[in-house]
């Protein structure tokens, strides 16, 4: 392990080395994260799972919230769905693929993380960047049918659907509930 | 002070100087949980706020789920708004109430608290216990005018109004946004 290390030193330029650690660190501690809760995510256990010492971790990120920081680094874009224009089918699809990252990639557990977190600057910058763009494709649909207080409220209403059973009971809606939700906007349109 | 507990001891009941501790240790946990956060909630911190000892808080709660569990022991009833029977009139005062419990009491940092100890069996049950019940004036209005999908849709659709902003950006809805939201549920109808 140490021979690999120091091999690889040789071989590699530092900046892909650095990233490369970035990019291993980042995974690890948001799987850590999802998988284990926020209470788990520690330098000990990220180092554990990421391969790296406990010291290389403490010296890039020092603090717990620079573990928060960088898990968050590694989300990556949401998946999107491709819209066809006809606002149920696209609404309908969006709000089973936010139930989809959820249930996969435990999206909830992110949610919470962040928010927990939410009273250091930084987390609440970065929280509030993550979520205005996981909202975007909903509100660029909703934008040509709704304006003001009421696209407002349809934005939030939809995130409801798949974000308050998950939060509140740690369940999933149905495909039938997620219908009839997208049903009344659709129809108040 | 010493004297003073001396002094109570001879004339207050064992029973009722638990019941004491417990009350006090439960508004001080909860305080601590709202004002301060749950990675604050700590034997020290809440016995400082209590005034009791850090032992006496270890003898009865030992564990960090045990201060979280008396917390949520603290909240009480929510208040409830006294129902008109006009859905549209009901439905928006109980929305107002639900964000003047986010603003005033931080009840968003106490929805983060319980999910994110949610994986200790007796937090998730207490959870969905105060969760049902905090639903179940909104639920029971929503009873006469709507049922199963619709129903389940139209409940988490409410409570997204307000969750969301708060879990998502830590903002709440105008009363625009409110009355929106709500139109657009009785609307449908």
Redesign the interface.
Known sequence: MAFGQKLEQLTVPADSRVARTRADVARSALAVLTQE???ALTHARVAEIAGYSKTTLYSHWPSKIDLVLVALDALGDMPHHEATGDLRIDLIAELKLFRHAVIELRL?RV??AM?????VETV?RL??AI?TNA?RPVRQMLEKSFQ???L???I??????V???S????TV??D??????V???V??D
Chains 1, 2 share one sequence.
């Not at 928010?115 to 009273?119: I, L, P, R, T, V």
């Open positions: 809760g926020s209470d909830d949610l919470i928010s927990q977190w939410a009273s609440s929280r509030d979520n909202q003001g207080p009421q407002e409220a349809a939030s209403m939809l995130a409801g659907v974000a308050c059973p939060l509140m009971f740690d809606p149905s039938d509930v997620i219908e009839a939700a049903d009344m906007i129809r108040s």
